[in-house]
Each structure stands twice: as structure tokens, then as C-alpha cells.
């Protein structure tokens, strides 16, 4: 299904929801579509929405320091932890947290890194507000909050003007696991999830579905949303895990 196509020039859209991935395998999908996109071979931008089991990622220039603990608060043993190639500082990734990756070039846009990091929190902040939930911007640091409370977090990377990375919303998410670090390098930093906010279950796809049109509208670009593309993006993720 796809929605109108943009009337600006601007490149499309392909857009699927991939259900829980490994962080580690979502991480080796995007830099195999970004590869695709920076050489050309790839004509659209991707959004890729999905969540992970636990893991704990930091920025390129994120401290060690601000990771209090790796011990799963809810057992298990220790988590993850990845250093990556995105802005920012600690981040812990889980069950019931959105993820969506952007792969975009803005080669065809502003070529504004801080533009692209605009635009995702104005989709997050259109569909909390379509809950009478006023979501803010704080000066200086990417994400979202809640009054005092963090809901979205935000990291992008770019090389050759284009991205990879994006961000996270808490929509279900065990926030125990937030006492593990200071959030994105934050001492004290409060945590909330869309379902404490509305006092009533989300599903994570049904979020991903109801951004749709709204990525569409902020990002001004023709989007396409269907099964086939959710397996032909699995189908490059499993190609990368059989050639390890």
C-alpha cells in the first residue's frame, strides 16, 4: 500500500515493520542498505521498524562511565553492549521499545544532518499529539520528553550525506532496565512509556502503522508499506548471517 506520491521530487520511501530482531543483525540490515544507497543502487530511502531483545549501545564518542551495570534486572545474565556509529551517548535498546532506522540521503534534501534529526521527533511529536500528549524538544539534547520524562531517544550517524541509525520510543518498555545507565549520558534522568502515559496497551505494530502516513507527511516523500518489502529485508539479513 503506498500513499500519494510526493509532488517535490523528492526520492520514495520503503517502509516495513520487521517484528523483534537481534540488535546485531538489525545493525549489519542497515549498513547493507546503506551501502546500497550510497552507491546508488538503491533509488529510495528506508524506514526500518522493529524492536530488540536487551542490549545496551553507545555513540562513537560516548563514555563507558555512564554504563552503571550490564546484569539484567529482570535475570538472564549480562547484556550487550555495542559501540556503534551514531551521535550520542548510552542508550539501552528492548522488548517493547520501537525502533525506527532512516536511512535516507540527504543529498536530495537539505544535506542537514540536524534537519534529518528534526524531522524524525516531529513524527513522534505529531502522533503524541494526537493523544493531547505535549511532547517538548530540550535545547542542545536530541529526543523527546514528557514533562520531565524521557520518552524518545536519538541517534543518528551519516557518512557521504547518508544516514543510519535513528530513533527509539518507549511504548512498553520494562524501564528497570533504564537503572542500568545514565540515559543518554543523563545523571538522574526520568524515563516514561507511551502505555504509562495512556493507561492501556499498545501494540508495537499498530504504532508502526499509525506513523506511517505521518513519516509520509513530515518527510513530504511517497512511502510504500507491504509485506513484500518486510521480506525482501529480511531476506538481505539472513543473505549477511549465511555469508558470516
Known amino acids: 500500500m503506498s500513499d500519494p506520491p510526493a509532488k517535490n521530487g523528492y526520492p520514495g520511501i520503503c517502509a516495513g515493520y520487521l517484528g523483534q530482531m537481534l540488535f546485531e543483525r538489525a545493525w549489519e540490515l542497515q549498513k547493507n542498505i546503506w551501502e546500497e544507497r550510497a552507491e546508488g543502487r538503491l533509488r529510495e530511502d528506508t524506514f526500518l521498524f522493529m524492536e530488540h531483545e536487551p542490549v545496551i549501545t553507545l555513540g562513537a564518542g560516548g563514555a563507558e562511565g555512564n554504563i552503571l551495570s550490564r546484569e539484567s534486572p529482570a535475570g538472564g545474565g549480562e547484556i550487550p553492549l555495542f559501540r556503534i556509529n551514531r551521535g550520542g551517548e548510552v542508550t539501552f535498546h528492548g522488548p517493547g521499545q520501537l ?59 551519516a557518512r557521504r550525506w547518508v544516514t543510519i541509525h535513528g530513533v527509539a520510543f518507549n511504548i512498553s518498555t520494562d524501564l528497570r532496565f533504564f537503572e542500568m545507565i545514565h540515559p543518554c549520558g543523563e545523571v538522574g534522568a526520568q524515563v ?16 508502526a502503522e499509525s506513523l506511517r502516513p505521518i513519516v509520509a507527511d513530515v518527510f513530504e516523500q511517497e512511502i510504500s508499506w507491504s509485506g513484500e518489502i518486510t521480506c525482501r529485508f529480511s531476506s538481505l539479513a539472513r543473505a549477511k548471517d549465511e555469508s558470516a
Open 99 to 157: 525502533m525506527m532506522y532512516a536511512i535516507c540521503d540527504l543529498k536530495d534534501r537539505e544535506r542537514d544532518v540536524h534537519t534529518h534529526c528534526r524531522r524524525l521527533e516531529e513524527v513522534f511529536l505529531r502522533y503524541l499529539a494526537g493523544f493531547d500528549i505535549a511532547a517538548r524538544r530540550r535545547e542542545g539534547m536530541p529526543g523527546l520528553w514528557v514533562d520531565e520524562e524521557k520518552i524518545l531517544s536519538l541517534g543518528v550517524g
Open 192 to 207: 516514561t512509556t507511551l502505555e504509562q502515559l495512556l493507561g492501556s496497551p499498545c501494540h508495537l505494530d499498530e504504532v
